[in-house]
């Protein structure tokens, strides 16, 4: 009984949680089920500042957005913070990768050779196709994402 009690005061809101032992709160309890989140360049702002939102495996990436500038400019970008290479095929085709290298798992050292269209893993100079099923050098192909571009916005199913 106190174990169910314990585990049942663990997993509710604070404010039903004092609640119960007659303390009133005005704050709205935030949803603990949700997964979105606004990670980004340094914390603050809103989703909208980042450039991006995640809800659940779906990123949703503003194109226009500053902080995707240097995929404009290079044609590529490592977006660390999902976890996925982006590259640039054209102004309305854009393809996306794990940034995790099939051979041991690096995901920091990417650069993309454009006279050979493949990204080049520099920790062990791997390097691999972007056509989503060409096995790289090392550890099979670099797996792709399901991507669609829409009014400017890149969506990313990450499965
Ligand atoms: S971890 Fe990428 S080439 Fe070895």
Known sequence: MENKRREFLKNV?????LAFFGVTMLEACS??????????????GSNNDKGYTVSGNTVVITL??????SLNSNGWINFGAEAMLILKIDASTYRTFTNVC???????????????????????????????STSGTA??????????????KLTVIKS
Do not use: I
């Not at 809101?13 to 949680?17: F, I, M, Q, R």
């Not at 798992?105 to 650069?111: F, R």
């Open 13 to 17: 809101c604070p404010s039903v949680a």
């Open 31 to 44: 949803s603990g089920g949700e997964d979105s989140e606004t990670p980004g360049n340094g914390g603050g």
């Open 64 to 69: 226009s957005n500053s902080n995707f500038s």
């Open 102 to 132: 099939p051979h041991q798992g690096n995901t920091s050292q990417w650069s993309y050779n454009t006279s050979q269209d493949r990204f080049v893993c520099g920790a062990h100079n791997n390097t691999y196709p972007t056509d989503c």
């Open 139 to 152: 550890g099979g192909p670099l797996k792709c994402f399901t991507t669609s571009l829409k009014d400017g």
